[in-house]
C-alpha cells in the first residue's frame, strides 16, 4: 500500500492493469449478486466505497478534517448524485462509529492488535463492519466481496485474505441467527474493553 501525506493523499493500486481486469471480472460478479444485471448500479456502488475509503484513509492517516478531505476527494474522482450521498452517508457513519468498528474489530481478529494493523485495512474493516451492522439494504455477498477487491488493490499482499476472514466471521455469525443486520457495530463486540480501542 503507497500513499503520502500531501493536500493531494490518495491511495495507490498495487498494479494498475491487474487491478483493472480484477475490477472488470468483479464488476460481472457484482452484478451477478445485485440481480437483475445492474452492473451499473454495482460500479456506482463500488465507486462510492472507494471513494469513502479515500476519505477515510486520508482522515485517519493525516487528521484531516473530514468534511473537507471528503469535497475534495469526491470532487477529484468525479462522484456525483447518489454515489456522492452514499459515500457521504458511509463517511460520517464509519467516523462517528469508528471507536465501536475499532472493538469489533479488536474481538473478531484477536491475534492481531488493532493499533498494529495497517491503517488501510482498519479502514476497509471499518467501511463493511458498518455498512454490515447498521444499514440491511446491500446483500451481505455484495459488501463483503467490495471490501476484499479494496483489500488487493490498495492494501499488502495479505490484506484480502485478511479482511476476508475477518468478514467472513461476521457472515456466519448473520447466516446462524446469531447477529442480525442493523444491530450496530456495538453488537459486534459486546465484551470488548475500552483498552483495545484505537484513538
Excluded: C
Excluded at 35 to 54: H, P, S
Excluded at 79 to 85: A, I, N, T, Y
Excluded at 145 to 169: D, I, M, P, Q, W
Amino acid at each position: 500500500m503507497t500513499g503520502t501525506t500531501d493536500e493531494s493523499v490518495l491511495l495507490a493500486a498495487t498494479d494498475e492493469d491487474d487491478a483493472d481486469d480484477m475490477q472488470d471480472e468483479h464488476d460481472d460478479e457484482l452484478a451477478a449478486i445485485t440481480g437483475n444485471g445492474r452492473r451499473k448500479y454495482a460500479t456506482t456502488q463500488r465507486k462510492a466505497r472507494e471513494g469513502a475509503l479515500q476519505v477515510l484513509y486520508e482522515v485517519d492517516l493525516v487528521g484531516h478534517a473530514p468534511d473537507d478531505v471528503q469535497d475534495r476527494q469526491f470532487e477529484q474522482m468525479g462522484l456525483l448524485d447518489e454515489p456522492r450521498e452514499f459515500a457521504a452517508r458511509l463517511v460520517a457513519g464509519v467516523w462517528e462509529e469508528r471507536e465501536m468498528l475499532d472493538a469489533a474489530i479488536a474481538a473478531l481478529a484477536p491475534a492481531w492488535p488493532v493499533r498494529q494493523l495497517p491503517r488501510v485495512d482498519i479502514n476497509i474493516l471499518r467501511l463493511a463492519l458498518y455498512e454490515l451492522m447498521a444499514d440491511d439494504t446491500a446483500p451481505v455477498g455484495a459488501i463483503i466481496n467490495e471490501a476484499v477487491e479494496l483489500a488487493k488493490r490498495y492494501g499488502s499482499e495479505n490484506s484480502g485474505k485478511f479482511v476476508n476472514g475477518v468478514l467472513g466471521t461476521v457472515a456466519a455469525r448473520l447466516e446462524s441467527g446469531t447477529l442480525a443486520r442493523g444491530m450496530g457495530a456495538a453488537s459486534l463486540a459486546p465484551a470488548t474493553n475500552a483498552g483495545d480501542v484505537t484513538a
